[in-house]
């Protein structure tokens, strides 16, 4: 059974940083692009990073860019995300996404989600 374990998540205050991390267990996602989506509440699901299965491949929200650093240990079957200078808006459930279309943003396997709280 795939699952996919999220952590890191709490509360931060603004300008303040998280390192969100996701351990995938029941098959190895090394050749599989993973990522990172978050829902903020009374919103939509949305993307947030994606990283290709060798780490060459990496996009980001602009609402991100230049914030947050998704990175991936293939030989822990881990992904993370790195988020610095948080703001309220950052304020979301973060979910773990794998067999990742880089470009559709589909994903086939979901964890249950990690909560950041960024107080002002």
């Known amino acids: 059974q795939v699952q996919l374990v999220e952590s890191g998540g709490g509360l931060v205050q603004a300008g303040g940083s998280l390192r969100l991390s996701c351990a995938a267990s029941?098959?190895?996602?090394?050749?599989?692009?993973m990522g990172w989506f978050r829902q903020a509440p009374g919103k939509e699901r949305e993307f947030v990073a994606v990283?290709?299965?060798?780490?060459?491949?990496?996009y980001y929200a602009d609402s991100v860019k230049g914030r947050f650093t998704i990175s991936r240990d293939n030989a822990k079957n881990k992904v993370y995300l790195q988020m610095n200078s948080l703001t309220p808006a950052d304020t979301a459930v973060y979910y773990c996404?794998?067999?990742?279309?880089?470009?559709?943003?589909?994903?086939?396997?979901w964890g249950q989600g990690t909560h950041v709280t960024v107080s002002s």
């Open positions: 990283i290709g299965w060798s780490g060459g491949s990496i």
């Open positions: 996404a794998a067999d990742l279309s880089v470009v559709s943003r589909h994903a086939t396997y």
């Open positions: 029941g098959r190895t996602f090394r050749r599989s692009a």
